[in-house]
């Protein structure tokens, strides 16, 4: 979250930049916390975490791309009613 305005907004950056490096960190923390959480496990195990883990990246680029066609969508036509 990029600037917001709301005091309870605990995870807000200031600009793009600062938003990339924090989605990094917490993408890193989520890796090794599931290569640990794989390595103790059984082959059958590891073979489900990772299409568990397949299935919600692949979850979480759909979502993001939906929203961010939504923002496009709508900044495209709040520019419309401003001309």
Do not use: C, H, Y
Not at 13 to 29: G, H, Q, W, Y
Not at 45 to 53: C, D, P, Q, S, V
């Amino acid at each position: 979250i990029i600037n917001d305005p709301r005091v309870w907004g605990g995870n807000t950056n200031k600009d793009l930049e600062s938003a990339a490096k924090d989605i990094r960190k917490t993408i890193k923390a989520r890796i090794v916390a599931n290569a640990l959480t794989i390595k103790e496990g059984s082959l059958f195990a590891r073979g489900r975490m990772l299409g568990k883990l397949e299935t919600e990246t692949r979850w979480q680029m759909k979502d993001a791309a939906r929203r961010t066609r939504q923002a496009l969508t709508d900044a495209a036509s709040r520019l419309q009613k401003e001309r």
